[in-house]
């Protein structure tokens, strides 16, 4: 991180936001209505989609609190420190897979998602539940890219020990 950043001198995360009220309104509302109990969207799902967007992006802040979602949501941490290599894993399941390469795929740019992709979203999830998918995947790399570009920092909300040979 560079020497000029704010966190650097001190600053906090929501004080970057806070800067201007707006914006942060803005992101607690969102945040809270994806996170509602009653949303259409698994939490695991919700968790991973985000881990990996935030693991596209190379948000060190948006991987440490994702990652602490993935882990308290699934119990443990063998989703998370499988999520980048999801179509190599036996671990998910056919809905975490098809949310995750959804993911990729509205995530790059220009976004790849195609007809077979949106065919296949469709048989799984009804309307709500594809909106609101969406929504989640364009606010994770809108607070992704955000977070990165701002040069943010992990918080140590998630410590993951180091593998041992």
Known sequence: MAASSPLRRGAKPDSLVGADPVYLLFGVNVCGWLERKRSPLDPVVRSLVSARIAQMCLCEFCVDITSMKVA??????????????????????????????????????PPTVDDALRTRLAAHFDAQALTELTALIGLQNLSARFNSAMDIPAQGLCRIPEKRS
């Not at 998370?80 to 894993?89: E, H």
């Open 72 to 109: 308290e949501r699934t119990g443990s941490t063998d989703k998370l420190l499988a999520v980048a290599d999801w179509r190599q894993s036996p671990l998910f399941s056919d809905e975490e897979r098809l949310a995750l390469e959804y993911a990729e795929a509205a995530s790059v740019t």
